[in-house]
């Protein structure tokens, strides 16, 4: 029997539910600021009102007067880690330092940059100490406006992000009809419901645990263990629930190695729990980005040449690079196109990767793009696209592994009632709103890396799977449940997951939409071997459903278990492998008052073989909420003035609520894809939302007539 051949996942009707379901809805799990530990303390930040300069004073006087504090840390007094490099490399560029170190000097870089750090015995008297930290600076003048520092970006260093170009990409100034746009999206915040917090308690000199919120345990482990100089194995990382992270728990975060630094000058737990205004200062955002599409087409639509160029905003201490403009390489079959990556540094935190990293935004321009193109050529959309889909990878020649990109146009568009789109923009209207119709495509690569997982099945007929990963959400231990169940054919109720320690079995940080790939693969291989064990045990007695119970009681033993390490094959080299999505929008627009509503939603995905159904439905939703938010709402407002956020809440920093958010059916082709993997799954994640800003600017462009390239689409916008 084939590896494929032992899974058999049932129809959506039958598939199990979430497996951490019930612990969520009644607030049964644990979350890292949740956990208790014995002499507990609490730590509030302190954070600098200017944006770039020189700390000259620092008075932490009264705040260790005031009751219950037991200590403030501040450049004076922090102990120097063993981690950090106190030399200056001359040779490198001031953006490719490194990662800022809290407490390192006296210098500002940022608003909102930590000055000290306040324990105390509870968080009510460290948050008012905190208040009490006052300081006097040497300003100096700074730049957070990126938008005035596009004419002074730099290629990032490293080979990868070179200029790419083939065949002649200028050429697209020669076609017959062609396009030039530039397209711009504002910061958008992470905002998880869950803030970032961590508990840290050293249990000895060179032993430290750590409660953190984070989405790779193993990731978090080596960078406290790098920061103080321990053995990796001296660290363990507990991760067990998360409430969303987007991307923002992606790396080890300056406010994570202050906190276990307080808890070893204390020598007690130390909690750290970031403020909401905290969260847009600390944990990184999908960076400002300007972009330009050129391109130019035949006149019976087939794309001749295209560039693209891109500029995202960095911190001036640290060079943070994404593929924004990599999808356009591959997307379409071009003959000709070049692409040009940027990053323009300014007095600001470090971004982050952001929930279809880079690819997200590339894809507004890209599929905005497409959209603009196949207008002024007078061709449907999708008939564009179709016209100028790649068979193969037009990048480096390979066959992908798999692609189904057509079957996603057409499920999508059947879905959505595509036909009833008007093919000249602002001409429907139904009682008093315009209508519009539109759709954007988005692509991610479909990965799978190592992972190992532990399968030990027990005498009572329990199947317990160890690995480290964390789950951030998506579902990955319902998934691993469900392809376990079906290697194994042990009823989902027997087995039980456990993950999100670093002291656990390797795997991979969540995130890239590997997971289910790569954590699934393993637990898959691990199951095989664990069933090839007990039909070792049978001898030549062995059966395709095998009494595991009745196996274990004959032989005497208490259980049977197997660890094994999975990762991929070396003739993955020979594809192109990536996932595609198509969403669907149709909108409302008020013409009088320029408000959207978005009336209805189709995302398909094509990402192999759904594992768990209703989890990936559950993705598909909330990528495309995300989207929404991300073409209609987010925007994170700085007054460049002071270098400060001016919408640093909920309140004012907007995104999708229920009442702007209709029916969205998720889709899928759901034909496997054994080249990538064994169980035919590729990633989900990413692709749920990628593309589908694009969408929504195409649909508000169909009702309306009004083209928008710049996000958040609001109504000031479309009435100006």
């Not at 009102?49 to 037991?70: E, Q, S, Y």
């Not at 005035?148 to 990868?160: E, V």
Request: aromatic share 8%.
């Amino acid at each position: 029997m084939k590896p494929q051949e032992l899974l058999n996942i049932p129809p959506e009707t039958d598939a199990i539910s979430r497996v951490d379901g019930r612990l969520k809805v009644t607030g049964a799990a644990q979350y890292s600021a949740e956990f208790t530990l014995p002499g507990m303390t609490y730590a509030v930040f302190a954070t600098s009102n200017i944006t770039k300069g020189t700390i000259k004073t620092l008075d932490t006087k009264a705040a260790l007067r005031a009751p219950g504090v037991i200590s403030v840390i501040t450049y004076q007094n922090a102990p120097k880690l063993p981690g950090y490099e106190t030399g200056k490399d001359p040779s490198k560029p001031a953006t490719a330092g490194g990662p800022l170190r809290l407490f390192f000097d006296n210098t500002i870089k940022f608003n909102g940059e930590p000055i000290a750090l306040v324990i105390a015995d509870s968080f009510e008297r460290a948050t008012y100490a905190a208040s009490l930290v006052k300081a006097e600076y040497e300003q100096e003048s700074f730049q957070t406006d990126t938008s005035k520092k596009l004419n002074q970006a730099a290629t990032p260093h490293g080979p990868r992000f070179s200029d790419y170009k083939r065949g002649t990409p200028d050429d697209w100034q020669n076609a017959q009809v062609k396009l030039e746009a530039e397209y711009v999206i504002p910061v958008n915040v992470h905002n998880p419901m869950e803030l970032h917090a961590i508990i840290a308690n050293w249990d000895a000199p060179d032993k430290v645990t750590v409660y953190d919120k984070t989405q790779g345990v193993k990731s978090t482990q080596r960078s406290i263990a790098q920061a103080f100089k321990l053995p990796p194995e001296n660290v363990q990382v507990i991760s067990k629930f998360v409430g969303g992270a987007f991307g923002a728990a992606l790396r080890t975060w300056p406010h994570e190695t202050a906190a276990v630094m307080a808890a070893q000058m204390v020598k007690r737990p130390v909690k750290l729990v970031l403020t909401r205004e905290q969260m847009f200062n600390s944990v990184g955002y999908r960076p400002y980005t300007w972009q330009k599409m050129s391109m130019g087409a035949t006149a019976d639509g087939k794309l001749t040449a295209m560039i693209h160029e891109a500029t995202g905003q960095t911190s001036t201490f640290e060079e943070f690079t994404e593929g924004t403009v990599n999808l356009t390489r591959f997307m379409y079959a071009c003959p000709s196109v070049g692409t040009i990556y940027k990053i323009a540094p300014v007095d600001v935190n470090t971004p982050t990767w952001m929930r279809g990293p880079g690819e997200a935004t590339g894809a507004f321009a890209l599929e905005s793009a497409m959209d603009e193109l196949a207008d002024k050529l007078g061709i449907d959309p999708i008939e564009f696209r179709i016209r100028n889909h790649a068979d193969t990878d037009p990048e480096n020649g390979k066959p992908f592994s798999s692609k189904y990109l057509k079957e996603a146009y057409q499920l999508g568009a059947d879905k959505i009632g595509w036909k009833d789109r008007p093919a000249k923009a602002g001409t429907l209207m139904q009682d008093g709103w315009l209508v519009g119709y539109g759709m954007g495509s988005g692509t991610f690569g479909a990965g799978r890396g190592q992972a190992t997982v532990k399968a030990i099945l027990t005498a009572d007929g329990r199947l317990t799977l160890q690995t480290a990963v964390s789950d951030i959400g998506p579902g990955t231990g319902t998934a691993m449940t469900q392809v376990a169940s079906e290697v194994m054919g042990i009823p989902a109720q027997n087995i039980k997951i456990e993950l999100g320690d670093s002291s656990l079995p390797p795997s991979p940080t969540q995130g890239g939409s590997m997971i289910t790939s790569t954590v699934g693969s393993a637990v898959h291989d691990t199951c095989v071997a664990l069933r090839e064990k007990f039909q070792q045990l049978l001898g030549n007695g062995g059966t395709d459903d095998p009494d595991y119970v009745k196996i274990l009681k004959d032989k005497n033993l208490p259980q049977l278990d197997v660890t094994l390490i999975s990762q991929g094959s070396p003739e993955m080299r020979n594809y192109s492998m990536y996932s595609f999505s198509v969403h669907f929008v149709q909108v409302k627009v008020n013409p009088k008052t320029g408000v959207v509503r978005v009336n209805k939603v189709v995302s398909v995905a094509d990402s192999g073989h759904i594992v768990s159904p209703k989890t990936a439905r559950s993705q598909v939703i909330g990528g495309a909420i995300g989207g929404i938010g991300m073409a209609l709402m987010e925007d994170g407002v700085m007054d460049h003035r002071y270098g400060r956020y001016v919408n640093a809440d909920l309140a004012g920093y907007h995104v999708p609520v229920h009442a702007d958010i209709p029916q969205i059916d998720a889709l899928f082709v759901n034909k496997p894809d054994y080249k990538v993997n064994p169980i035919g799954a590729k990633g989900m994640g990413e692709i749920a939302l990628i593309g589908m800003s694009a969408a929504v600017a195409n649909a508000v462009y169909n009702a309306t007539g009004k083209r928008i390239r710049e996000l958040p689409i609001t109504p000031d916008k479309l009435l100006g």
